[in-house]
Each structure stands twice: as structure tokens, then as C-alpha cells.
């Protein structure tokens, strides 16, 4: 069953404090893992996409990297306005994308 | 870039009035739409994935007579909740694809209140 795990569900840093967000998958033959930005009260903001193992991109302070079977979002020196919910999806074997719960990031001056 | 714009941004209602969504594609054109709803502190949940000029495929636990699907052209799709009740109140999204690389283009959400 195609699947998507996020951790933590919740993380608080101080300004400046950087961390990594994971998203563990599992799916039949990866066709492209997305990391998204929701803010609250608005639709997801697409960052990245990363297709195989050992791809990076990289966005102001993120960074998305992606093993065989998780990917990590990287962020270096956080702000407040990076304060979000990140959320990591994959296509699944339906032709759908799959989700994950989210990782709530607030990050505190 | 591809824009998904969805209409109106909230809605308050009252019980057992019916409510239209609107979801369009602004720049790209979108044979399938899907709609997710979404509550307080938790993940997308999707509901429907919307097909132009077919029936929707509604996910399991849907109710497909409260939850109507319109997709009437390669650029709009409508979610219209029949009968809302209280325990409709949610946040709705919609969104499309404009090509495998970017996932899904999100539009901006529409919060319903049903008193």
C-alpha cells in the first residue's frame, strides 16, 4: 500500500536554529516525491520536486533531499515567516498524489 | 506559472441551504480536478477527482448525492454541498495538475461555516 509518514508532526525552533523535517514513503516505483508550503487558511505552495535517489534542490533556506526510501527537508537558519506546515506527497500507484499529515513548523524570534 | 483559482475564499450558510464551489484553471487546461477537504490541524483528505465531461470517482466514505461534481470544460470544476449541515463546516481545496513535474497547483482554499 502506497504510503506517506511525516515526522515530526510538530517543531518548534528559535530564529536561526536549523533542522531537518522527514518524509518517509513507500510506494511502488517512485514517480516524483513533492514537498509543499501551506500556511494556514490558504492552499498548498508547491517548493520541490525530486525524482531519484540523491537528488537535492535547494530554495532560499531549504534544501529537499531524497533517499530510496525518505527525503528530508533541510532548513538552514530559519526566520519566523518560515513558519508553516510542510507537507510531502508522492505519486501513488492510482495516478493520485498521496500525502502525508505534515510536519507544523513555528519558528520563534 | 500554472494558476488554480477557486472561489469564493469563505462561505457562511445556513443548514440545509445548498453551496457552490468554484475551482478553475487559470493558465493551463486541466482534464482532471480533484477536491480535498480538509480539517483543523489535520492533512488533505481527498474527497473527489473531478473528470471533464464525465462522472467524478468519488473516494470511499463520500456521500456523492451531498457532495455534486461539475466538470463541465477543461478549465472549471464545481463542488456544490447539497443540504449543508454543521458537520459539513470545513476547509475545501481543489486542485489540477499542469504537468507531472509540479504535483498539484492548489487553489486558495474556501472555508465553510454552516450555522
Known amino acids: 500500500e502506497d504510503q506517506v509518514t511525516q515526522s515530526p508532526e510538530a517543531l518548534r525552533l528559535q530564529e536561526g536554529e536549523s533542522s531537518s523535517l522527514n518524509c518517509s514513503y513507500t510506494v511502488s516505483g517512485l514517480r516524483g516525491l513533492f514537498w509543499y508550503r501551506q500556511d494556514p487558511g490558504k492552499g498548498p505552495e508547491f517548493l520541490f520536486t525530486?525524482?531519484?535517489a540523491g537528488e537535492e534542490k535547494e530554495k532560499e533556506r531549504l534544501k529537499a533531499t531524497l533517499t530510496k526510501k525518505e527525503s528530508f527537508l533541510h532548513i538552514t537558519a530559519p526566520k519566523p515567516e518560515d513558519s508553516a506546515t510542510y507537507l510531502c506527497?508522492?505519486?501513488?500507484?492510482?495516478?493520485?498524489?498521496?500525502f502525508g499529515k505534515g510536519t507544523k513548523l513555528s519558528v520563534k524570534p | 506559472g500554472a494558476v488554480v483559482s477557486q472561489h469564493p475564499s469563505w462561505v457562511i450558510c445556513k443548514s440545509g441551504t445548498s453551496v457552490k464551489i468554484e475551482c478553475r484553471s487559470l493558465?493551463?487546461?486541466?482534464?482532471?480536478m480533484f477536491w480535498y477537504r480538509q480539517f483543523p490541524k489535520q492533512s488533505l483528505m481527498l474527497m473527489a477527482t473531478?473528470?471533464?465531461?464525465?462522472?467524478?470517482?468519488?473516494e470511499q466514505g463520500v456521500e456523492k448525492d451531498k457532495f455534486l461534481i461539475n466538470h463541465a470544460s477543461l478549465t472549471l470544476s464545481t463542488l456544490t454541498v447539497t443540504s449543508a449541515h454543521p458537520e459539513d463546516s470545513s476547509f475545501y481545496i481543489c486542485?489540477?495538475?499542469?504537468?507531472?513535474?509540479?504535483?498539484?497547483?492548489f487553489g486558495s482554499g474556501t472555508r465553510l461555516t454552516v450555522v
Open positions: 525530486l525524482y531519484s
Open positions: 506527497a508522492v505519486w501513488g500507484s492510482q495516478g493520485n498524489l498521496i
Open positions: 493558465d493551463f487546461q486541466a482534464t482532471t
Open positions: 473531478s473528470n471533464e465531461g464525465s462522472k467524478a470517482t468519488y
Open positions: 486542485s489540477a495538475t499542469p504537468g507531472q513535474v509540479y504535483g498539484y497547483t
